[in-house]
């Protein structure tokens, strides 16, 4: 529990009028007894009046004492005070409402022993190895905490208690289908074994004591090969799940909603040939609030793309804003279908600029421009994406087996592939400086889905990937002065995302793109908790692409409510195994969908 800290301020207030104003009425007394010249009495008056501002500053500065300098205040505990049941894995920290430095004797103690602590930002992380079954007292003084400018935040307080034990099922005592198998050749497994999934199925039976999230831990390895399988759990499919490549048993984790008693987990090939010794349940951990950046990464952001990312903090977790993709790349045709179906416009636009840069030349985009404008006169919001084609434009292809294109000069100023990706860049902001001279924001979303390795941008790995988004930023903000622009970054909710994630100093909002399969409307919470952890809820997050749209109701039970949700185009849009105009009808008319007739108007 916090304590706030006192101020002797109250109590020397008087002190603070009652001496300076003592002084006045004796000087005014001695003043209009004398019988000095007019001279004398101006220039004993100036004194006067200098002493007095002398005292007024002297004993004002010493009555406000420390509170002169606002102090940090806290924002909540992880876990909150007198919590149980915590499980292990819970970050214990302490958020405060400004960036906070620790004194250089702190004294914070957890269960009377110092403690491993350190200032993060606007967080105090504690270093705790947790223990089953194990109250923590953690004690933090007055004044350890501190801001930049000195101030001292109050003593606090508070403690939790672990979890008694938790839940470990050995993968080689499910139910295994197909050809998945156990085996014993891999050596450092627990139990009697593990199963190589092979092409198969593993099904697991889960009991949980009560409804609610707990936190799966998979044990795997995959022979030093990325795979993805899916995961379903009482017979609903909730995601893929990215297993990143080892060659030695590795963990990950995800949240999962159980009901109480019995349930099934089911982990069904996608792309199979996964090795797993056993999955461990506890209860999940306290999610940290989302602690959204009041700016724009723009250092001088235009007023119309100020307002938009406003609007998008003041919506994210309250409502959903519907989206439509163009179709080819120019055009609003699925934002038609949409509104010819449902009478309602959708009210996010996304166009593509894939045919800007090619190898024949730029393509005609006058009706893109006609589109995005009259979009934004109506009140909707423009996103506009990039699938860049062979900058040396030796072909034109964007996928990685169509196109021998290397990221990695990036690093080299003087190869023909950095200059070509510069004069893409450069022929692209040439194209958007018109949006910024009318005064229309753009959600900017290029180099998206590029952890996959699909896409010539991501099939070098992370570090060049990272070096070109933000050569990017640099060269269109800085150089080219666009500040309508509000930086989209495309994440999978893999491990190794954060390796790909090129700083909170060059992204406003990060989506994810899922596409889940065929009448798969089932909530998505599974990735939106692990992005959402991955980058410690500093951003806002986004569908910027899907296939089959989340339900309102499932988003809303379970919490995955997207700031924006985009359906691709075609039969992803119009095709009732996807979503289709009886599952769109009831989802753009609901009233925690934002469309494009709900809008405010954002110039």
């Not at 220039?43 to 420390?66: A, Q």
């Not at 949980?208 to 899916?230: H, I, M, T, W």
């Not at 909730?238 to 949240?255: E, G, P, R």
């Amino acid at each position: 529990m916090f304590q706030k800290r006192g101020s002797f301020f109250p109590g020397i207030f008087p002190l603070f009028y009652l001496i300076p104003n003592l002084f006045v009425f004796i000087a005014v007394v001695s003043f209009g007894k004398g019988k000095s010249s007019k001279a004398e009495k101006t220039t004993m008056s100036r004194n006067f009046f200098y002493i007095y501002l002398l005292l007024v500053l002297c004993f004002g500065s010493s009555c406000k004492g420390e509170d002169a300098v606002d102090p940090p205040v806290f924002l909540y505990t992880r876990p909150d005070d007198k919590s149980v049941d915590v499980p292990l894995n819970q970050e214990v920290s302490v958020g405060y409402d400004t960036e906070i430095v620790l004194a250089d004797n702190h004294g914070i103690t957890v269960n009377n022993e110092k403690a491993n602590v350190t200032a993060n930002s606007r967080k105090l992380l504690f270093s705790l190895t947790l223990e089953t079954g194990t109250t923590y007292d953690i004690v933090i003084p007055e004044g350890a905490v501190r801001n930049s400018s000195g101030g001292k935040a109050a003593a606090a307080r508070f403690s939790f208690t672990t979890i008694s034990d938790n839940s470990r099922y050995e993968a080689e005592k499910a139910t295994l289908t197909g050809n998945a198998a156990i085996e014993n050749t891999l050596g450092n497994y627990s139990g009697s074994g593990y199963v190589n999934q092979k092409e198969g199925d593993l099904v697991f039976k889960v009991n949980v004591p009560k409804s609610g999230r707990y936190e799966v831990l998979f044990r795997y390895a995959n022979d030093n090969q990325r795979k993805e399988n899916d995961l379903w759990v009482n017979d609903v499919k909730l995601s893929s799940i990215v297993f990143d490549a080892t060659y030695s048993w590795k963990n990950n984790s995800m949240n999962i909603f159980f009901r109480e008693g019995t349930n099934t987990l089911a982990i069904k090939k996608n792309w199979g040939w996964t090795y797993y010794d056993y999955i461990e349940i506890n209860p999940a951990p306290e999610a940290t609030p989302f602690n959204i950046s009041l700016d724009l990464v723009t250092a001088s952001p235009s007023k119309e793309a100020m307002n938009l990312y406003n609007f998008l903090k003041e919506n994210f977790g309250k409502k959903v804003i519907s989206g439509a993709m163009a179709n080819y790349s120019t055009g609003i045709e699925e934002a038609l279908w949409m509104y010819d179906n449902t009478g309602k416009w959708p009210a996010l636009a996304c166009f593509d600029l894939i045919n800007y840069t090619t190898s024949w030349g730029v393509g005609d985009y006058t009706e893109m421009t006609a589109n995005v404008e009259d979009w934004w006169d109506n009140n909707g919001i423009v996103s506009i994406m990039w699938h860049w084609r062979d900058p040396l434009k030796k072909t034109d292809a964007f996928y990685t087996e169509g196109t021998s294109f290397d990221i990695s000069k990036i690093t080299d100023p003087n190869s023909d592939e950095y200059k070509a990706m510069i004069d893409d860049i450069d022929a692209i902001a040439g194209y958007l400086k018109q949006f910024k001279e009318k005064n229309i924001p753009v959600l900017w979303r290029p180099l998206h889905e590029a952890s996959g390795g699909w896409f010539w941008w991501g099939a070098k790995g992370a570090a060049p990937c990272k070096a070109l988004w933000k050569l990017m930023f640099d060269r269109l903000v800085d150089h080219h002065q666009l500040n309508n622009l509000i930086w989209v970054w495309t994440s999978d909710a893999s491990d190794s995302a954060v390796d790909w994630y090129p700083g909170d100093a060059y992204v406003d909002v990060i989506g994810m793109d899922i596409y889940p399969g065929e009448n798969q409307h089932g909530s998505q919470y599974v990735n939106f908790d692990r992005v959402k952890a991955l980058f410690e809820s500093r951003k806002i997050l986004a569908l910027s692409e899907c296939g089959s749209i989340p339900s309102v109701d499932a988003m809303f039970e379970y919490g995955d409510i997207w700031s924006w949700v985009m359906p691709w185009n075609g039969n992803y849009t119009r095709d009732d195994k996807h979503n289709g105009a009886t599952f769109l009808n009831s989802f753009l008319n609901s009233d925690k969908v934002i469309t494009r007739d709900g809008m405010p108007d954002l110039k």
